[in-house]
């Protein structure tokens, strides 16, 4: 098993529940906890610039209507990404990959990339955002880790760019799951924490895997998890669950 250079805790889409998902203001409020280590979701606008958002459609959490990969990023760099949240965060963008790599830069925070495709988009997706990836954090002592419930996507992003690491997201375990790890190199496998048992850590773990869950929202749970080898809790409650917990 390799080294592993990620801290025990991440910060779920920059923020947690404390700020509006997917933005740089997340990214901000997930560094004014202490935390150095963020997950967001990475996809497609029409013409080919990467954002950060989670659902296929605007509707959630911006004032926009409809398929974001269906429309080009001058259209959507337009909308409001959060006052959905609060009027607090008014006006908030939805923010480029390059920005946010930008900004993780600043705070010396490191990246779980979530590759997002639009539906019908997986491959071209996982290409482009592995590619972009590489570029943006080029020269980092530690790559981002690249992560997708999309094999196709995981795919593309492994052939695009075989160097940076990668995990395949499960929402529900799949007895199918070391075969997929081999066919994809996956350096871990990134699962819903409802799904784990300690048995199944053990399995994971004899098989060379390191282990990341989501979303975790008690100390309890999380301190189970740990206690059962998992590698990273990511967590909406990054003020109860701060990068210190033990």
């Given at each position: 098993?390799?080294?592993?250079?990620?801290?025990r805790?991440?910060?779920?889409r920059g923020g947690g529940?404390?700020?509006?998902?997917?933005?740089?203001?997340?990214?901000?409020?997930?560094?004014?906890?202490?935390?150095?280590?963020?997950?967001?979701?990475?996809?497609?606008?029409?013409?080919?610039?990467?954002?950060?958002?989670?659902?296929?459609?605007?509707?959630?959490?911006?004032?926009?209507?409809?398929?974001?990969?269906?429309?080009?990023?001058?259209?959507?760099?337009?909308?409001d990404?959060?006052s959905?949240?609060?009027?607090?965060?008014?006006?908030?963008?939805?923010?480029?990959?390059?920005e946010v790599?930008?900004?993780c830069?600043?705070?010396?925070?490191?990246?779980?990339?979530?590759?997002?495709?639009?539906?019908?988009?997986?491959?071209?997706?996982g290409?482009?955002?592995?590619?972009a990836?590489?570029?943006?954090?080029?020269g980092?002592?530690?790559?981002?880790?690249?992560?997708?419930?999309?094999?196709?996507a995981?795919r593309?992003?492994?052939?695009?760019?075989?160097?940076?690491?990668?995990?395949?997201?499960l929402?529900?375990?799949?007895?199918?799951w070391?075969?997929?790890?081999?066919?994809?190199?996956?350096?871990?496998?990134?699962?819903?924490h409802?799904?784990?048992t300690?048995?199944?850590?053990?399995?994971?773990?004899?098989?060379?895997?390191?282990?990341?869950?989501?979303?975790?929202?008690?100390?309890?749970r999380?301190?189970?998890?740990?206690?059962?080898?998992v590698?990273?809790?990511?967590?909406?409650?990054?003020?109860?669950?701060?990068?210190?917990?033990?």
């Amino acid at each position: 098993m390799k080294a592993w250079p990620y801290p025990r805790i991440v910060a779920h889409r920059g923020g947690g529940s404390l700020a509006p998902e997917n933005t740089l203001a997340a990214i901000d409020v997930g560094a004014s906890h202490g935390h150095t280590m963020i997950e967001f979701d990475a996809k497609l606008a029409a013409d080919g610039e990467i954002f950060l958002l989670h659902d296929d459609t605007l509707d959630r959490t911006s004032n926009g209507w409809g398929v974001a990969g269906e429309l080009n990023w001058d259209k959507l760099v337009q909308l409001d990404a959060g006052s959905w949240y609060s009027a607090k965060f008014a006006g908030e963008k939805l923010p480029t990959l390059s920005e946010v790599a930008a900004r993780c830069a600043e705070h010396g925070m490191l990246v779980n990339i979530e590759i997002k495709p639009t539906t019908g988009t997986d491959e071209l997706t996982g290409k482009q955002v592995a590619l972009a990836a590489r570029s943006l954090w080029q020269g980092q002592e530690v790559a981002p880790l690249l992560s997708s419930f999309s094999v196709e996507a995981l795919r593309a992003a492994q052939q695009a760019v075989p160097e940076l690491p990668r995990g395949i997201l499960l929402d529900h375990w799949d007895d199918n799951w070391l075969a997929l790890i081999r066919e994809l190199e996956c350096v871990s496998l990134h699962i819903n924490h409802k799904e784990l048992t300690q048995e199944r850590v053990e399995q994971l773990k004899e098989a060379g895997l390191h282990i990341l869950v989501y979303t975790v929202n008690t100390a309890e749970r999380a301190h189970q998890l740990l206690s059962w080898g998992v590698d990273c809790i990511c967590t909406d409650k990054i003020d109860l669950i701060g990068p210190d917990f033990i």
